[in-house]
């Protein structure tokens, strides 16, 4: 039987998402109805993508029985009452990465998941590639020897994006791409809490993040080396040192196709997309799709790749890095 979706927003990334699933069988993944605070917007989506029921509102979506699990992928500051709605109403969440605006938000998420014993997972696509896959085999079998030093960057030019830049809409360069970074280190080192934080960066005049780095120290003198911008392009690529050799993510290290792995290739590329997308590579949500699937079919509450205590800690890594840079939302004084 067919995972039925429901759909929250009809912005830029639910398009992707749904050109996604659209990559995956039919008899596996549906899309039975979508939600937008604009009718007319919702309307647009459900005749583009083939959707059944279109909805103008959010509470409409989460009371309908016919959907199983809900993507939800509306602006940050939204993440916490949109998905309280969804949870509340007992429907499984794939809820877009940042989970929350900080670590009480995203705690707040996951006790609630976890009382109501419902399915609640952080989109973090990037751990569900199947490179990404081959990489945590890799470091599971040894293949670099033990894991030292992680050094990753994401950097593109989106001061032109105005949510990006808007405090009130939880703009900053951390929360939107420098998350990525924070949760690959987390990923390579086990989920280890960091021994120590260093960071360092340059605010936007709207008193968001507009470029940072950041040192974490974990115990067994390992560490990781990040840079995040959204000033301007920087190789976006990542690397992983250990006493026995080197893998290279090369490129967009977010959602990455290929791997090298002491000296040799390895390439996984994504199916093509159906309609043009608005990010590069998107038809790789496929994967996060298919995981949270097979976790519904086990009866899981939770991934065991994305944890609720995985988020946990990228959040209190992400709160401790804004303290020292300098960023405040609204959110941190409720």
């Known amino acids: 039987m067919a995972t039925r979706w429901g759909v929250c927003s009809a912005g830029k990334i639910s398009h992707d998402f749904l050109?996604?699933?659209?990559?995956?069988?039919?008899?596996?993944?549906?899309?039975?109805?979508?939600?937008?605070?604009?009718?007319?917007?919702?309307?647009e989506y459900a005749q583009k993508h083939g959707i059944p029921r279109a909805y103008g509102s959010y509470e409409e979506l989460a009371q309908d029985p016919d959907v199983d699990v809900v993507y939800v992928g509306v602006i940050n500051p939204e993440h916490l009452p949109v998905g309280r709605l969804f949870l509340g109403a007992g429907k499984p969440v794939l809820l877009e990465k940042p989970l929350g605006m900080n670590t009480a938000e995203v705690r707040e998420l996951a006790q609630l998941a976890r009382s109501q014993g419902v399915f609640l997972m952080e989109a973090y696509?990037?751990?569900?590639?199947?490179?990404?896959?081959?990489?945590?085999?890799?470091?599971?079998?040894?293949?670099?020897?033990?894991?030292k030093v992680v050094r990753v960057e994401f950097g593109l030019p989106l001061l032109g994006c105005p949510r990006l830049v808007q405090k009130e809409l939880g703009g900053g360069a951390l929360l939107d791409i420098g998350c990525y970074c924070i949760q690959f280190a987390t990923m390579v080192f086990g989920e280890e809490t960091p021994e120590s934080?260093?960071?360092?960066?340059?605010?936007?005049?709207?008193?968001?993040?507009?470029?940072?780095?950041?040192?974490?120290?974990y115990p067994g003198k390992h560490q990781a080396v990040i840079t995040c911008s959204m000033v301007t392009l920087l190789p976006n690529q990542a690397a992983i040192s250990g006493?026995?050799?080197?893998?290279?993510?090369?490129?967009?290290?977010?959602?990455?196709?290929?791997?090298?792995?002491?000296?040799?290739?390895?390439?996984?590329?994504?199916?093509?997309?159906?309609?043009?997308?608005?990010?590069?590579?998107?038809?790789g949500l496929?994967?996060?799709?298919?995981?949270?699937?097979?976790?519904?079919?086990?009866?899981l509450r939770e991934s065991p790749i994305v944890s609720l205590a995985h988020s946990e800690l990228v959040a209190s890594i992400m709160d401790e890095v804004r303290r020292q840079v300098g960023?405040?939302?609204?959110?941190?004084?409720?």
Request: hydrophobic share 40%.
């Open 19 to 43: 050109v996604a699933l659209g990559t995956l069988p039919a008899t596996e993944h549906q899309t039975v109805a979508i939600a937008a605070r604009d009718l007319a917007r919702a309307q």
């Open 125 to 147: 696509w990037t751990r569900f590639f199947p490179a990404s896959e081959r990489l945590h085999s890799l470091l599971s079998q040894g293949a670099i020897g033990e894991p």
């Open 197 to 217: 934080i260093l960071a360092s960066g340059f605010l936007h005049p709207t008193g968001v993040d507009e470029m940072l780095s950041v040192i974490l120290n």
């Open 243 to 283: 006493t026995k050799g080197i893998i290279q993510l090369p490129s967009q290290m977010w959602s990455p196709t290929e791997l090298v792995v002491n000296g040799q290739h390895e390439e996984f590329p994504l199916p093509p997309p159906s309609q043009p997308l608005n990010f590069t590579r998107s038809t």
């Open 286 to 299: 496929r994967y996060e799709a298919q995981h949270v699937r097979q976790c519904l079919l086990k009866g």
């Open 327 to 334: 960023v405040t939302y609204t959110q941190d004084r409720a």
